[in-house]
């Protein structure tokens, strides 16, 4: 049976892409227009928010500020930004960025200084508010300075959509946010940016990518675009994955991994998230140092299982590319787990919940971040069986 037969065409659905993405090698160099653009809208400071190296190493950094200083445009640099950033992390960007008089953030790197960027972004707007106010929603985002996202990786889709993610180390917390006002207003998806990620990274950031449409596909919310998005994503990291890791700098392998994330970034806009990513950021958000990517190659066999049943006929076309032979029957439920672990074998990841330094004493905890951690619950609500503590439970078990 194919899925459009599930699709409930009663349902009203939002189609949503809300940002210019420049897409391509030499995209970077759109820059020139960006900076015109913004300086056309009377701004004349910006905050950069980046990580540690990676600006300056793939080369972005150069045509950032030469386009900046062609159009007199100031800038400051926050290059502080880390894997997973904290909310105090963005607090100190936007009392820099106030004191500089920015206008606008642009942010260069991948998910964490996008995340971060849109985070600083909204926070210009709202004087009397932190960020540890944004991420624990005690106020509604209705505006943001305009932002510009320079993706140096292939995973997060956040240079296309409304989304962001900031952790609360105090609470251990990794809430998400979404919203209208924080669509990049650019963005630049360049490959030849890319071919420096090293091989786990590569890893990673892609599985980031195939977790995304996995989720926005099979939601409650889901429709048609998501789907079909979701599709196309996943037939374009089972062929270049394996590509971009054996030649790091095959340009092909990159544009169309970059393609796949940002599709996915919008996929997910569009039909939103439910159990891989819920569970993952209870993760991180108790070890900043785990791999976002990493996390969720994890926990994905066990969500696969769990949520096969209900919407197979989806995961059987979805997955098509990297676990065949699928027909959609709710009894196959383990055998699309297994084909999905072969899979990420395939490509290099094998490690299980135990090899990423968590012991089965932690799913309690695991568990109850999971519930109480704001902005997840919209995630939880939105998988396609019924939500109980139990499910979620036995994904974190199924996956040591
Ligand atoms: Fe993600």
Known sequence: MSWRQGINVNNVSTIICGSHVFLGVGAIQKMEFI??????????????????GAYAKTGAWDYVTKALDQQKIRYTLYNKVQPNPETHQVDEAVK????AGAKAVISIGGGSPIDAGK?????????DKTCQDLYELKFPAEKAVPLVAINLTHGTGSEANRFAVVTIPEKGYKPAIAYDCIYPLYSIDDPALMIGLPANQTRYVSVDAVNHVVEA???????????????????????????AIREPKNLTARYFLAYAAMIAGTSFDNGLLHFTHALEHPLSGMKPELTHGLGLAVLLPAVIRAIYPA?????????????????GDAAEAEKAAEGVRAWLKSVGITEKLGDVGFKESDVPQLVQLAFETPGLAGLLNSAPVELSKEIVEQIYRESF
């Open 96 to 99: 820099i960025a106030r004191d």
């Open 35 to 52: 900076a015109e653009q913004l300086k056309s809208r009377g701004i004349d400071s910006v905050i950069v928010m980046t990580g540690k």
């Open 119 to 127: 985070s600083v972004a909204i926070l210009l707007e709202y004087p």
């Open 217 to 243: 596909a099979t939601t409650v919310l889901n429709n048609p675009f998501a789907i079909t998005l979701g599709k196309e994503v996943v037939q374009l990291v089972a062929e270049y994955l394996p590509v």
């Open 311 to 327: 919407c197979g006929a989806i995961l059987a076309d979805l997955l098509s590319a990297v676990a065949p032979g699928l027909t």
